[in-house]
């Protein structure tokens, strides 16, 4: 067995770091760009009010001051009403729904109050987005960390062994558990944020009122305001990912008996005096803890752990395991083979057989089960399939296969799941569930699937809950890059739905949004439920769905 001396480590793990900073970076071009379009909407909504109030009516400041305590706000009854629907539409803060509902039963609202309502609802909808994308980025460096960590220690010795994959319970509870010595979590600071920036810009228009400025100065005024603000969320992203990413490798360290670990300073001219000062300190992994024996230790830090073992005797002990059993890990293979080969979908379960689609949504469903097969082979049935796509072949493959998995799992639970060419309709593969609310994928299955390039295949599966794509079903089909996929409902309703333009998000978090809205609005049924969780994730994600009708 071939043992790498400490360079060796420490050049690997700089190479991780890299990489985590990297995504870092990404993440933070897609909040800069929901910046940019909060500040056009803003600029927008300045523009209309200053053209309204300031120069249109050709009025002095005093007078238009005056103008501005007035009550005389019909247009904005029409404005607000429209406010409160996006805000239920995009899951806006409660407290923000309240007040927009106060608003707009209140009989009179200066429109001073008027615009400033106007700015903070498109400072929700911002800070609404970049939590959802601070949450998925999130998971993602923390799943990506932990698994590249264990590639590259088994790909250093050239042997490996079997090891607990990511635990997204835990995960779960990690992403909401504090690390930082003032007690908040990434979720609060964004909302720390959104506050404090809110407090600033309603001072920001209250002064422009007083000293009477134009619309330029006060554009300029918010947009400095608004940079500040990007720059604390860019400051957020770069620290969290360096934390998500240490976290990561502490629980696979642990996970592949690493006993230390090696802390490592990027040293340049910008490497600050802590992280200078700890570089080449070895500490045991019982010992590390984020922000203070490991980074990250300040914001934008650059250090990174490596392994480190002391003789030969450690060595063997991390890359054979407690039991002793390894395959070989060959030199030339990549991260990708070794994921596909060692790791499968990463929900692999121990029977060797991979289930990716557990239905976490309410089993219940709606309706029944049992199927009208007369209107499931009926003409208009079919004809629901004429408007899936340009290919008539491929419509009428679909449809075959969604009539034969209504028949096959009548009044079932069970699910059917086909995998078709996008081009010709041809069958790929197929597998029947023997558990309820989950189709299977079978080793057999993926191996077929493997054979075709990204988003040449799509996936037919039924659902006896009547209800739209779940959470998991969007994951498989990121997963598996399928073009798009199909739902056949018992009930007779089709849905398609595709995740191939949409942003990054984790799949469970659709499920728990269901979850979530359950128990928020007990008087929705289930499905107004799913499509109001759906919608939500359309506008903030670009996942694209719709019923076949």
Same mark, same amino acid.
């Given at each position: ?11 690997? $793990? ?8 990297? @995504? +870092? ?16 909407? %803003? ?60 608003? /707009? ?21 911002? $800070? ?15 799943? !990506? ?17 079997? $090891?607990? @994959? ?14 930082? &010595? ?39 005024? %918010? ?9 604390? &969320? ?13 976290? &990561? @490798?502490? !629980? ?16 340049? /001219?910008?490497?600050?005096? %802590? ?25 934008? *830090? ?22 002793? #059993? ?21 929900? =692999? ?15 219940? +469903?709606?309706?029944?089960?049992? *199927? ?43 699910? !059917? ?63 598996? #890059? ?10 007779? =309703? ?48 670009? %996942? ?6």
């Amino acid at each position: 067995m071939q043992i790498p001396d400490r360079e060796y480590w420490e050049k690997r $793990f700089e190479a991780l770091e890299a990489a985590v900073h990297k @995504q +870092g970076l990404i993440t933070y071009g897609d909040i800069e760009k929901q910046y940019l379009q909060a500040m056009n909407k %803003i600029d927008t909504v300045l523009a209309a009010w200053f053209q309204k109030f300031m120069q249109e009516n050709k009025v002095t400041f005093t007078e238009a001051k005056r103008m501005l305590q007035g009550k005389d706000l019909t247009e904005f009854r029409l404005t607000i009403d429209q406010y409160i629907a996006k805000a239920r539409e995009q899951d806006l803060s409660e407290s923000w729904q309240r007040k927009l509902n106060n608003a /707009s039963i209140r009989v009179h609202v200066s429109r001073l109050e008027a615009i400033l309502l106007q700015l903070q609802q498109n400072l929700e909808i911002l $800070f609404n987005n970049q939590l959802d994308t601070l949450d998925a980025a999130m998971r993602s460096r923390y799943t !990506d960390s932990y698994y590249e960590t264990a590639f590259t220690i088994q790909h250093g010795f050239g042997i490996g062994h079997s $090891f607990n @994959q990511v635990d997204t319970n835990k995960l779960d509870m990690l992403m909401t558990k504090p690390w930082a &010595a003032d007690g908040k979590n990434f979720s609060d600071r964004v909302w720390e944020h959104k506050n404090k920036l809110v407090a600033i810009l309603n001072q920001e228009m209250t002064q422009t009122v007083i000293r009477g400025d134009d619309y330029r100065r006060a554009t300029n005024n %918010i947009a400095r305001r608004m940079n500040v603000s990007k720059g604390a &969320a860019g400051r957020l992203v770069m620290t969290e990912s360096a934390f998500f990413a240490t976290k &990561a @490798q502490q !629980d696979c360290f642990k996970e592949l008996d690493v006993e230390q670990y090696e802390f490592i300073a990027t040293l340049d /001219s910008r490497t600050s005096d %802590i992280c200078r000062h700890m570089d080449g300190k070895v500490f045991k992994v019982s010992d590390m803890k984020p922000g203070i024996t490991a980074p990250p230790l300040h914001c934008h *830090c650059r250090s990174c752990t490596a392994p480190y073992f002391d003789d030969a005797e450690d060595a063997e002990r991390a890359a054979r395991g407690k039991d002793g #059993k390894t395959y070989m890990v060959p030199g030339d293979i990549t991260y990708k083979e070794w994921e596909q080969k060692f790791v499968g979908d990463r929900q =692999k379960a121990d029977n060797g057989v991979i289930i990716n689609n557990k239905e976490n949504t309410i089993k219940l +469903g709606v309706g029944s089960p049992v *199927c009208d097969l007369d209107y499931i082979k009926s003409e208009q049935y079919r004809r629901k399939f004429d408007k899936l796509s340009d290919n008539q072949s491929l419509n009428s493959a679909v449809c075959a296969r969604c009539r034969a998995a209504l028949i096959h799992q009548n009044g079932k639970y069970t699910e !059917d799941l086909s995998i078709l060419r996008v081009d010709t309709g041809e069958l790929v593969g197929s597998t029947s569930s023997k558990v309820d609310y989950e189709t299977e994928y079978t080793d057999k299955l993926v191996e077929k699937i493997k054979v075709y390039k990204p988003f040449s295949l799509i996936s037919i599966h039924d659902h006896g809950t009547n209800l739209p794509p779940s959470g998991s079903d969007f994951g498989s089909a990121g997963y598996r #890059k399928y073009a798009f996929g199909v739902v056949a409902c018992h009930d007779g =309703k089709v849905f398609k739905y595709s995740v191939k333009n949409a942003r990054p998000f984790t799949a469970s978090t659709i499920d728990k949004k269901i979850a979530e809205y359950t128990d928020r609005y007990p008087d929705l049924d289930t499905l107004s439920i799913t499509f109001k969780v759906l919608n939500s994730f359309t506008k903030s994600y670009g %996942i694209e769905w719709r019923e076949l009708t």
